[in-house]
């Protein structure tokens, strides 16, 4: 009984402090860790604690001390991360310099490392994950309503009883990126995910490739420079390269380099 008043009379003083705060970053930073203690700051190589005001959009719940984000030095300016680490041990995500975008990361249980290459941009992904290894490569571009899903509930044999869906869990975040395995989901440099992506454990996209509108991505992929989409995804077009600019603009530039050149 003392307990639960306890519980609610800490909801009440929180909600309370919550009315009067200028701003939602900072109300959100009150109820889910104000001195981010499990966020740590790479600057030129060495790592540090955050000051105060430093990267206001980042959040991340206070939680076992095992659990640990990193994020390197600069950010863009609009750079948003949101962790929540559910009743998590030991799992480490980084965010390597140049990232952009809003990106939420639920992660439950343990073991689950997450690596975000340089100049990564997302328009709003979010990753759930129960024990996964995340590997996002150089210049990833992740659209609006995309998932990175890890498997939440257990799928047993009939016959057995055994767990058929059990991840391989790294003992480490330095073990889990040199980690070949075969349940990492993965994204080479210059991946282009299309909106309503769905990656799911085991999903490996090489570089410079395309991921279509919608597809679901169950799979390792193994060639480059092609165009991946559908449910179940597959390949459907080879030999393609994508750039940022909309295709008149890079048309425009095409057509002016072929002017140049035939001069």
């Excluded at 150089?138 to 659209?143: L, V």
Aim: charged content about 25%; some cysteine.
């Amino acid at each position: 009984m003392s307990k639960n008043f306890g519980t609610k009379l800490k909801k009440f003083l929180t909600n309370v402090i919550c009315w009067f705060m200028p701003t939602k970053q900072l109300r959100r930073r009150f109820r889910y860790g104000f001195f981010r203690r499990n966020l740590v700051i790479i600057e030129n190589g060495k790592e540090r604690r955050p000051r105060l005001f430093e990267l206001p959009n980042v959040i991340v719940n206070d939680t076992d001390k095992s659990c640990v984000v990193k994020v390197e030095l600069p950010q863009q300016k609009h750079f948003a991360l949101d962790v929540l680490f559910s009743n998590t041990k030991d799992s480490v995500i980084v965010f390597h310099k140049g990232c952009l975008g809003e990106w939420h990361i639920d992660c439950h249980e343990r073991s689950n490392y997450v690596d975000i290459g340089q100049d990564s941009v997302t328009t709003g992904v979010t990753m759930i994950l129960v024990g996964n290894i995340v590997k996002l490569g150089k210049g990833s571009f992740i659209s609006a309503g995309c998932r990175i899903w890890g498997d939440g509930h257990s799928v047993l044999s009939l016959e057995t009883g055994e767990v058929l869906n059990k991840p391989v869990l790294a003992s480490s975040y330095e073990e889990a990126m040199k980690s070949d395995n075969p349940g990492t989901i993965s994204l080479g440099d210059n991946v282009w995910v299309g909106e309503r992506v769905t990656l799911t454990k085991g999903a490996q996209v090489p570089a410079n490739c395309v991921v279509g509108i919608a597809a679901v991505v169950t799979k390792k992929f193994t060639e480059e420079n092609c165009v991946i989409a559908g449910v179940p995804a597959a390949v459907r077009k080879r030999g393609i390269f994508w750039d940022k600019p909309t295709p008149i603009a890079m048309d425009a530039i095409v057509q002016a380099k072929k002017k140049k050149s035939n001069k």
